[in-house]
């Protein structure tokens, strides 16, 4: 059932009809009066975790080319609010990443402290006695 299924349990899905009276199917859009459309994989991923926290069973049957998710006809009410819950909870989810900054032309910044590293060095090999220090 869900995401633990084997491959022996989608054969036995295919081999059923999708109108069970027992299991209505849910929409992508989450709209009773849809098209029958299969529902992408990281959709339905999200999808079959919500129902298992919300502990509500659900069944997968594949469809062209994607999965239809089913869920018994007498929690569909629930299982249609729960999912609609969580779309609009996460609706801008992940949040856009922060807009780069520009670089800024500092090779003048560089250079110059490159050349100040560059005199430093050859000041410190230099064997000159200053007040008594080396």
Not at 64 to 78: E, F, I, M, N
Not at 99 to 117: E, F, K, M, R, S
């Amino acid at each position: 059932m869900g995401i633990w299924h084997s491959a022996a349990m989608d054969e036995r899905l295919e081999r059923t009809t999708f109108h069970q009276p027992d299991w209505l199917i849910i929409a992508p859009d989450l709209r009773d009066d849809s098209p029958l459309q299969p529902i992408g994989k990281k959709h339905l991923a999200r999808w079959e975790l919500v129902l298992l926290a919300r502990a509500i069973p659900f069944r997968t049957a594949p469809y062209q080319r994607g999965k239809l998710l089913l869920v018994p006809a007498t929690l569909y009410p629930r299982a249609k609010e729960e999912l609609r819950l969580f779309e609009e909870e996460n609706h801008n989810w992940p949040p856009p990443l922060p807009a780069d900054n520009p670089q800024q032309n500092n090779l003048q910044t560089t250079l110059c402290v490159l050349i100040l590293l560059a005199t430093f060095h050859n000041l410190t090999q230099l064997n000159i006695n200053l007040l008594g220090h080396h």
